[in-house]
């Protein structure tokens, strides 16, 4: 690979993951304002809305823009660390499944606010919670879904030329014979 080849890559992959996360922004936020999340005293809200909060709104669209913004940045931070760790096409799905949820286990931790950030454990106990954390687990994984198919498609297919010349050459290489 030229110093060139190894310059561009990353771009690459910058560009591959954030179209990516859009896509996973706009699958997640989907599945968001799909979900509903029944409080105590029985009113429902779209989960869409809790994610506007961050920004200190209770819009849907703000919860939407919110969402994409993040979404376009993680899966930006994913191409950059595909590429940068030479995975191929093959393991894209498995690594963006994985990426999707701690970024769902980190989001309890990092991202949301107070009284919520540690509502995995306390999610067994409150419906609304457990409603909650389902509503992200879905969004998370939805996103992984979306990086997973982009990277599929458009990530490093790896070095199957020089792959399948090493197993052809293993196969026909003759062995010593002892005479």
């Known amino acids: 690979m030229t110093l060139t080849q190894r310059l561009e890559a990353p771009r690459s992959g910058l560009i591959v993951g954030a179209g990516a996360g859009l896509a996973g922004g706009i699958v997640a936020a989907a599945v968001l304002s799909i979900v509903g999340i029944k409080g105590r005293q029985g009113e429902v809200t779209r989960?869409?809305?809790?994610?506007?909060?961050?920004?200190?709104?209770?819009?849907?669209?703000?919860?939407?823009?919110?969402?994409?913004?993040?979404?376009?940045?993680?899966?930006?931070?994913?191409?950059?660390?595909?590429?940068?760790?030479?995975?191929?096409?093959?393991?894209?799905?498995?690594?963006?499944?994985?990426?999707?949820?701690?970024?769902w286990i980190g989001g309890w931790f990092a991202v949301m606010p107070p009284p919520l950030r540690f509502a995995p454990w306390a999610a067994v106990k409150d419906p609304a919670l457990f409603q909650l954390a389902v509503a992200?687990?879905?969004?998370?994984?939805?996103?992984?879904?979306?990086?997973?198919?982009?990277?599929?498609?458009?990530?490093?297919?790896?070095?199957?030329?020089?792959?399948?010349?090493?197993?052809?050459?293993?196969?026909?290489?003759?062995?010593?014979?002892?005479?």
Not at 67 to 96: D, K, M, N, P
């Open 47 to 103: 989960a869409i809305t809790l994610v506007s909060h961050t920004v200190g709104s209770d819009t849907f669209v703000a919860g939407w823009l919110v969402q994409i913004a993040a979404a376009t940045a993680l899966g930006a931070l994913f191409g950059v660390l595909y590429t940068a760790s030479g995975l191929r096409r093959e393991s894209a799905a498995t690594w963006s499944t994985i990426y999707g949820l701690a970024w």
């Open 136 to 179: 992200g687990l879905l969004a998370c994984l939805g996103f992984g879904a979306a990086l997973a198919g982009a990277f599929s498609v458009f990530g490093r297919a790896g070095d199957s030329t020089r792959d399948a010349r090493v197993r052809a050459g293993h196969a026909v290489a003759p062995r010593p014979t002892a005479r």
